[in-house]
T-cell receptor, first 113, second 113 residues
Framework: DARVTQTPRDKVTEMGQEVTMRCQPILGHNTVFWYRQTMKQGLELLAY????????DSGMPKDRFSAEMPDATLATLKIQPSEPRDSAVYFC???????????FGPGTRLTVL | GQQLNQSPQSMFIQEGEDVSMNCTSS?????WLWYKQDPGEGPVLLIA?????ELTSNGRLTAQFGITRKDSFLNISASIPSDVGIYFCAGQPRNSGNTPLVFGKGTRLSVIA
């Protein structure tokens, strides 16, 4: 049963701390997307990759967020330093092509105190 | 950027009732997809539509790709408590090149037993 996995599922941290979220895309999928979901803004696209190369990260606050794909089986989203306004659920999704169907992971619920 | 208008924003229905929700855009779309997000989970793909006028069913769910290519609707027949969740429409705008899906803000469905 091919699924996108994300770790951790929940993270509580204090303001100023570094947070790293990890995602394992579905094997064979070469596109990866990072989203943030809040009640107020809904689903916001932060960044996306194709074949491990970042194509667009214009949705991310550049000064504190960074997204990478160290290899084809791992995508990371890092926040440093974290702030209370970063509290949200972060989703990773993967797919076969940028414009096609996306398959979402279960999300990481981040709370920054 | 492209925007999808999803309505209604929320709805409360009695178990057994039929449900209808829709998604509209001022632009033409090549594909329409419908996702469901259960509480505490990531969105799950329900139905994908690729041709104008296409009508596709998945169990009690039926979705249609509008003939104008600017809208889509999702119907749920004989609702049950497990239909509770947020339903998202998503689409690929025409002439947008290799860009990710655009997502609506969701319809939050509550089912009263």
């Amino acid at each position: 049963d091919a699924r996108v996995t994300q770790t951790p599922r929940d993270k509580v941290t204090e303001m100023g701390q570094e947070v790293t979220m990890r995602c394992q895309p579905i094997l064979g999928h070469n596109t990866v997307f990072w989203y943030r979901q809040t009640m107020k803004q809904g689903l916001e696209l932060l960044a996306y990759f194709r074949n491990r190369a970042p194509l667009d990260d214009s949705g991310m606050p550049k000064d504190r967020f960074s997204a990478e794909m160290p290899d084809a089986t791992l995508a990371t989203l890092k926040i440093q330093p974290s702030e209370p306004r970063d509290s949200a659920v972060y989703f990773c999704a993967s797919g076969l092509v940028i414009e096609g169907e996306q398959f979402f992971g279960p999300g990481t619920r981040l709370t920054v105190l | 950027g492209q925007q999808l208008n999803q309505s209604p924003q929320s709805m409360f229905i009695q178990e057994g009732e039929d449900v209808s929700m829709n998604c509209t855009s001022s632009s033409i779309f090549n594909t329409w997809l419908w996702y469901k997000q259960d509480p505490g989970e990531g969105p799950v793909l329900l139905i994908a539509l690729y041709k104008a006028g296409e009508l596709t069913s998945n169990g009690r769910l039926t979705a249609q790709f509008g003939i104008t290519r600017k809208d889509s609707f999702l119907n749920i027949s004989a609702s049950i408590p497990s239909d509770v969740g947020i339903y998202f429409c998503a689409g690929q705008p025409r002439n947008s090149g290799n860009t990710p899906l655009v997502f609506g803000k969701g319809t939050r469905l509550s089912v009263i037993a």
